[in-house]
């Protein structure tokens, strides 16, 4: 996590704990360099009273990013001195009638390595009616988003979790990206890393028509293919068979599952990053796992892939 110099910390309001700062926090121990940047976005009702009187406009607005700078103030305050955690942290308190459009925003403007945000709970609809904040985040985001659980991160005696996706060539370079920002962590905590992977059978309808052919076979076959991809992936970067996991299942189901008994406390995924109508339809892992999980979620789009293998070259 040292390569984080910059990072966006997401305020949640009227929430008891500021998971998001909390976990920001956390990490600035091993960072002397870090710069912490707490955004409060917010729209007062009250300003639009005076919309249409400009002389009003200027004082109305200024009072009321004032009022909210100065909350914010007292939080980080509060955080730091219970933390005992004192790095270069900055405060700011911007205009936003939509929320998610504004971190965007603010991360665009700024120089920002990771954006940490605490996590929501959605709808069953939420996916089809409008785009709840965090998924917009991890669609949309040029940086590492971090959807951070209620829990301290650095507790003995858990894993951290590297979610892999075998389905096509592309993803290789997803699930080294993946396994390098998990090794970080890992030196700093010194939790061992593990490796899940979901084998989903879907069977083509033409094959049931066939004689003599056995879909337990096939599903076998398909688990089978996908656990010899796993273990030489972990055998060349050095992680323990021991370590690795897989099930036959749908990534949603499969990987809250694993990491539920293998107690994760982060979890590193990559994401398709669709948007539109094809997000509605077809949805993204990370999306779809990120309520069911007891851990942090690290997410790595392919604006943030694309962006680290354009460096390389």
């Known amino acids: 996590m040292k390569q984080y110099n910059h990072i966006l910390v997401v305020m949640e309001p009227k929430r008891d704990?500021?998971?998001?700062?909390?976990r920001a926090l956390e990490l600035s121990r091993y960072?002397?360099?870090?710069?912490?940047?707490?955004?409060?976005l917010v729209y007062d009702f009250s300003y639009d009273l005076h919309i249409l009187n400009r002389l009003r406009e200027k004082d109305?607005?200024?009072d009321?990013?004032?009022?909210?700078?100065?909350?914010?103030d007292g939080i980080i305050k509060q955080y730091t001195d219970e933390l005992k955690a004192h790095p270069q942290i900055e405060s700011k308190v911007i205009f936003a009638k939509d929320i998610a459009e504004g971190i965007i925003g603010e991360m665009k403007k700024g120089s920002y390595d990771l954006i940490i945000k605490a996590a929501n709970h959605h709808?069953?609809?939420?996916?089809?009616?409008?785009?709840p904040i965090d998924w917009y985040l991890l669609r949309h985001s040029d940086v590492p988003v971090i959807i951070a659980k209620d829990h301290k991160w650095y507790e003995q005696g858990n894993s951290i979790?590297?979610?892999?996706?075998?389905?096509?060539?592309g993803r290789l370079s997803t699930n080294l990206t993946l396994l390098r920002e998990a090794q970080q962590v890992s030196a700093i905590t010194g939790d061992p890393i593990h490796l899940v992977n979901s084998a989903p059978v879907a069977l083509p309808t033409i094959m049931l028509e066939v004689p003599h052919y056995s879909p337990e076979i096939?599903?076998?076959?398909?688990?089978?293919?996908?656990?010899?991809?796993?273990?030489?992936?972990?055998?060349?970067?050095?992680?323990k068979e021991e370590n690795c996991h897989i099930a036959e299942g749908m990534p949603d189901d499969v990987i809250p599952d694993i990491c539920k008994k293998i107690q994760a406390r982060v979890v590193f995924i990559g994401s398709a990053g669709r948007?539109?109508?094809?997000?509605?339809?077809?949805?993204?892992?990370?999306?779809?796992?990120?309520?069911?999980?007891?851990?942090?979620?690290?997410?790595?789009?392919?604006?943030?892939?694309?962006?680290?293998?354009?460096?390389?070259?």
């Not at 960072?31 to 409060?40: D, E, F, G, S």
Request: charge should be positive; charged fraction near 30%; hydrophobic fraction near 45%.
């Open 60 to 62: 109305t607005r200024d």
């Open 31 to 40: 960072n002397p360099k870090v710069k912490i940047t707490v955004l409060r």
């Open 218 to 239: 096939y599903a076998q076959n398909i688990l089978e293919e996908h656990k010899n991809r796993l273990l030489a992936f972990a055998k060349s970067h050095g992680i």
């Open 123 to 131: 709808g069953v609809l939420d996916a089809i009616i409008f785009t």
């Open 161 to 169: 979790v590297v979610a892999l996706d075998f389905s096509n060539r």
């Open 275 to 313: 948007t539109g109508a094809m997000a509605a339809l077809m949805g993204n892992t990370c999306e779809e796992i990120v309520d069911y999980l007891d851990a942090d979620l690290v997410v790595i789009n392919k604006k943030v892939l694309d962006k680290k293998e354009e460096a390389i070259k």
């Open 17 to 22: 704990r500021q998971t998001a700062l909390q």
């Open 64 to 72: 009321i990013l004032e009022t909210h700078k100065k909350q914010l």
